[in-house]
């Protein structure tokens, strides 16, 4: 997708190139790489659970911020706008597509999910992050602005199935309301990055009430349950390197 | 919001079998556009519908995102979805997507046609 002609869709240097397996390149401090290298893409086709779309806004005066100043914003200070405990080690560049990123995310019950995802797709108006293998979701992220009247509004809509079994039972009690708590602190975040104190509104609309029972096996990859084995075994590993190195 | 700049017509194509001709940009303002294309092949009586991307000019990811809930509009109907005439650049989305895995994607209306069990 990289050579471009006058046939060249307009939308090619927008989308990531083709990629079988994720593949990460300096792992930063702190950031931890178990979940991610070597992982394909899961579209919500991919996953297990019952399918949501997710939408997430908040609207700010246009005489404030446009779309496209807002999205330039947004892609470039991504990390910033996370809620805290949560982090987003990405390039220092901001969001490009086909970038990875890892991810290290807070669990409700104080655990620790280190996860990642790949910039699927990214131009002036919007850009959307695709969840690998593993992840606690199957699908995207589109984060997105448009002018509506005399306001620019802020969007992130997620379209996912829960990637497994534990991952569903994990989101039926208590994940969901988690994961929006997350995207409102973003949201909150990103208004107040502009100097507004904007409401967020929620709407949810199940897609697809039947589970996958075919992906039930997806529990093999779960970022979550390699997260804690390694976790657990950090103090073999330490000991180990001592007695080595 | 962004006015669609899609067109979705459909043909029936063969008994069972509804073709909706795909033509311009392909976003997340394409939804009504499209869902009214779906809804009048299944109107039809289709028991396959083949999307025909010959004309597409822009897709977005938002796009794709209308094409996975189109797809599970379909599966509840035990319905079956293929497409043909997607470039190579359109085709490596498929791919990256993972779309490909659920959707037949042929290099012509014939072929999709002859998978899909038109008997003319």
């Avoid at chain 1, 990460?24 to 979940?35: F, H, L, M, R, W």
């Avoid at chain 1, 807070?106 to 108006?125: H, I, N, Q, R, Y």
């Avoid at chain 1, 969901?176 to 509104?201: I, K, M, P, S, Y």
Wanted: net charge positive.
């Amino acid at each position: 997708m990289s050579h471009m002609t006058d046939e060249t869709p307009r939308d090619a240097r927008s989308w990531a190139n083709p990629v079988t397996q994720l593949q990460v390149g300096d792992v930063p401090e702190g950031a931890t790489n178990i979940n991610v290298a070597g992982r394909r893409l899961t579209s919500p086709i991919q996953g297990f659970g019952k399918m949501w779309q997710k939408t997430y806004k908040v609207r700010l005066p246009s005489a404030v911020v446009s779309p496209a100043d807002l999205i330039a914003t947004w892609k470039l200070r991504f990390p910033e706008f996370w809620p805290k405990g949560n982090r987003f080690y990405g390039p220092l560049t901001g969001i490009a597509p086909g970038d990875v990123a890892l991810l290290s995310m807070k669990l409700p019950g104080g655990m620790k999910l280190s996860t990642g995802v790949m910039v699927l797709f990214a131009d002036e108006e919007s850009f959307t992050l695709m969840t690998p293998q593993g992840h606690m979701f199957a699908g995207w992220i589109t984060f997105s602005a448009a002018q509506v009247g005399d306001e620019t509004v802020a969007q992130a809509q997620v379209l996912m199935r829960a990637s497994d079994p534990i991952y569903e039972i994990g989101l039926t009690f208590g994940g969901h309301r988690q994961e929006d708590l997350f995207w409102h602190a973003t949201l909150t975040r990103l208004a107040a990055h502009f100097g507004h104190d904007g409401a967020v509104e929620t709407s949810v609309v199940c897609v697809d009430r039947r589970r996958q029972w075919s992906r039930w096996r997806n529990v093999w990859q779960s970022a979550a349950i390699r997260t804690t084995v390694h976790t657990v075994a950090a103090p073999g590993r330490r000991l180990r390197g001592r007695r080595t190195g | 919001m962004h006015k669609s700049m899609t067109a979705a017509d459909v043909r029936e194509a063969a008994a069972g079998v509804c073709v909706i001709d795909i033509a311009g940009d392909v976003t997340a303002a394409s939804e009504e556009v499209l869902v009214a294309a779906y809804t009048d092949a299944s109107e039809r009586g289709a028991r396959a519908i083949v999307l025909s991307f010959t004309a597409l000019e822009y897709m977005n990811s938002g796009g794709i995102g209308l094409l996975v809930m189109l797809l599970v509009r379909a599966q509840r109907k035990r319905q079956r979805v293929l497409a043909y005439g997607l470039s190579e650049h359109y085709r490596q989305i498929f791919e990256l997507t993972r779309l490909d895995e659920a959707v037949g994607i042929h290099d012509s209306e014939a072929a999709a046609l002859t998978v899909a069990g038109a008997k003319g």
